[in-house]
């Protein structure tokens, strides 16, 4: 275990490295910085479920030395959020750059291409401008059962048909009779086993192998590493474990629902508790919990060796230059914290996500304290790469805060989710919407549009959202201001998800 470290602090804002790129930049003839500047690749990197539990963003626990690596040569979005915390919801709006209102994406059956059969993707205009585009690993949702009239890896999005990008999180998984899996197994796994025995390993292989052959294919390229850690079930080989001490491993902090939240608020963990060994009622025992938080750490830092594979290869082949680097998970996650397990909710561990951009034009060790929303990341990318602007994106460009990461970011951050949080036919839909210094939901019933319940969240005396202060007067002109953003968004919006068949 070791201390958080704190030392990007004083690198805060990066300024002094922009200027030095720029001043270069003057004494290049015009067309050559055109060119340079128009055509970098991009290294379009996911994780799956990883809250902001990175060494890199202070956490007190989290070994994570390639992703704090990647932060120190770019700039870590301190308050970024996705639009909804489940993952097709979330993909969908990163990779259209739409929310999920717009998409009529809120499940995990639901195509955006039910809506909008012609739109574009993110990969797809880097395709329509040129790029080699390669999708490995879990980028869109997978394909785990759910026939959604078009696959879910999205073969237009691609040059070539997309890899290791289906199947259910619990087929990754090693049997120790070394057959195929059987069926949904344990919510962890220890074994001494190579990174390739799961999909991450593998993944990582691949893209390695395949940064090769685009560096020596010369086009530019759009490379898409969608990694499936660290989601459930809790399986890496035991030296990631062994990285942790268990009885070292932190209890979850404000282990109760906020005071004064509507029960809406919360749900019952169906997905761990599908896992073998796991109750399906009730709470969990002091040893389970320590095993999944030590399982989570162990995953978090499996991923990030396998993204440290992939960057030291960009950097062994000289493309770390004129590669555009981006890093994000598709939401957080609660490990017992708020008494709630996984995703699915509305609050500050499940809509914040990590964020990292490094590359060209990127300012080295910024830190940006503005508001960003996942789906800023599409428009960001077609404008650092000098390409047209994409038709119909929802989100705005981050490029200001990327050269200088003091610059203001959004005012709002705006998430959501239904209740019941996967069905198909929901009853209630919360929306939630983050300012610098606070968190306010509204949860609707769908029907008729009745707010049935709200809550206020002061960040800057509990930023651990434990009390819901909606009622408490002295708030009462910033509930006032967020009811009137709220009843604006979702007008805008049209919250109205239509019956499946
Ligand atoms: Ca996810």
Redesign the pocket.
Known sequence: MRTPDLSLRPRLAGRPVLLVVLTAMAWLPAPAVAAAASRPNVLFIAA??LRVDLGCYGSPEALTPNLDALARRGVLFERAYCQQA??NP?RASILTGRRPDTLRVWDLRRHFRETFPQLVTLPQHFKAHGYTTVGLGKLFHNQSGAKPPFPFNDPPSWSEPPAFSDGPHWADWVEEDGGAPKGKGGAVQRLDVPDEAYLDGRIAGAAVRRLGELARDGNPFFLGVGFWKP?LPFNAPRRYWDLYDRARIRPPAAASMPKGAPALAGHTWNELRGYGGMPKNGPLSTEQIAELRHGYLACVSFLDAQVGKVLRELARLGLEGNTLVVFWS??GFHLGEHDLWG?TANYELDTRVPLIFAGPGVAAGGRALGLAELLDVYPTLVEASALPAAAGTEGRSLLAQLRDPAAPGKRLAVSQHPRPSYGNQPTHMGYTLRSAEHRYVEWRELAAGAIVARELYDHRSDPAETVNRIDDPALAAVVRAFATEAARIIANGGARPSPRP
């Open positions: 799956d479920d489940v993952c979330s989601h598709d939401h995703k």
